[in-house]
């Protein structure tokens, strides 16, 4: 496949103030053009020309480095423009997913507590997740471009903590822009049709 930028499925300023037309005018036509535009080139000559994202992602995980950079950042961002939407987040989840993260995750304020936490503590840039791994949900947190598809899980949540996601609206503040993010932007029906297709 040759990878390309989707259009963000919401004005630039749709998200604000929790996160900025200028954020997200950056984010989407440069950040994720460019992951776009290398991989578009590291994947010619690499063998994997013809896969689908998911398994360019994976092929090309601890042997082609540059290529799985791109891929993975592509495949990251492509989800993580769908997982926000104006007026998400919210205490109150779908039904199958409000079960589900009752009994694998210990309740709604211990899963909002641990991926927040998860993405607080990532040491420089990456990713914090909800992951499905063998049938049960998992909090799961990695470096860079890397994702649960790499760790024999599939993301249904992940929350970009590079400094280009945050770093415009609350400077050095993460764990503020994790908090905001959360309580006011994501999209839990899609969360929820992710862990369908997953189940
Ligand atoms: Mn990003």
Sequence with gaps: MTFQLPDLPYAYDALQP???AETLEYHHDKHHQAYVDNGNKLLEGSGLEGKSLEEIVKGSYGSNAGLFNNAGQHYNHIHFWQWMKPGGGGTSLP???QEKVDS??????????DFIQAGVTQFG?????????????EIMKTPNGENPLVHG???LL???VWEHSYYIDYRNARPKYLEAWFDNLVNWEHVEEMMAAAS
């Design 104 to 113: 694998d995750l210990g309740g709604f304020d211990k899963f909002r507590a």
């Design 95 to 97: 039904g199958a997913l």
């Design 18 to 20: 929790y996160m900025s």
């Design 158 to 160: 992940g929350c970009d």
């Design 153 to 155: 899980a599939v993301p």
């Design 125 to 137: 840039s990456g990713w914090c997740w909800l992951a499905m791994k063998d049938g049960r949900l």
